[in-house]
């Protein structure tokens, strides 16, 4: 089946501006992850959800990121007054459960270019 | 809390040599150890996890890894590398008291012919 994908697979933007970057997770997979993986740095975890409910936004770097995910299926990250600092590769994943022993299934990211 | 700190961002081997890439975790508590892979433009896929059972975990595509609880590591081996084994290779770890998964750094693979 398909796996999961994200959109747009690359985005440019001019500082300041807003963006959204879409997720759309294997169906029936009720866990939904996203990461941020800059150069140079690991992947840096932002924020899960277990269906439509985000039990920790703690990850998140700044009252500028917020997610949200309906029907329990498409994911939305959203990026407010976007700075240089924001560029990077955004990763969604996906798995069964938000369990850890369970294998999350990545998307191939979008790449965010802030000028 | 939890971490993970994989030695050497860059790895050269040469076709057919061992493949060596190593892991340190930090955890409180029993963790869950996880490899992936992330070929170029590609999503990153999972090689092999550990999750309490047997201390030595089978992946894909030949790759093993060790949980040595007493050295907290977790590196990851493959006795003869392939050219198709050039990738970058993460070390995650998470437990099963929260849902946060923690990623190192990542290390390139190179082999040379």
């Known amino acids: 089946g398909a796996g999961v994908s994200q959109s747009p697979s690359n985005k440019v933007t001019e500082k300041g501006k807003d963006v959204e970057l879409r997720c759309d997770p294997i169906s029936g997979h009720t866990a939904l992850y996203w990461y941020r993986q800059s150069l140079g740095q690991g992947l840096e975890f932002l924020i899960y959800?277990?269906?439509?409910?985000?039990?920790?936004k703690s990850g998140l770097p700044s009252d500028r990121f917020s997610a949200e995910r309906t029907g329990g299926s498409v994911s939305t990250l959203t990026i407010q007054r976007t700075q240089q600092e924001d560029s990077a590769v955004y990763l969604c994943?996906?798995?069964?459960?938000?369990?850890?022993?369970?294998?999350?299934?990545f998307g191939p990211g979008t790449r965010l270019t802030v000028t | 809390a939890q971490s993970v700190t994989q030695l050497g961002s860059h790895v050269s081997v040469s076709e057919g040599a061992l493949v060596l890439l190593r892991c340190n975790y930090s955890s409180s508590v029993p963790p869950y150890l996880f490899w992936y892979v992330q070929y170029p433009n590609q999503g990153l896929q999972l090689l092999l996890k550990y999750t309490s059972a047997a201390t030595l975990v089978k992946g894909i595509n030949g790759f093993e890894a060790e949980f040595k609880k007493s050295e907290t590591s977790f590196h990851l081996t493959k006795p003869s590398a392939h050219m198709s084994d050039a990738a970058e290779y993460f070390c995650a770890v998470s437990t099963d008291t929260g849902n946060q998964f923690y990623f190192g750094t990542g290390t390139s693979l190179t082999v040379i012919p």
């Open positions: 994943a996906s798995s069964l459960a938000a369990y850890t022993s369970y294998e999350q299934y």
């Open positions: 959800f277990q269906g439509n409910s985000a039990p920790d």
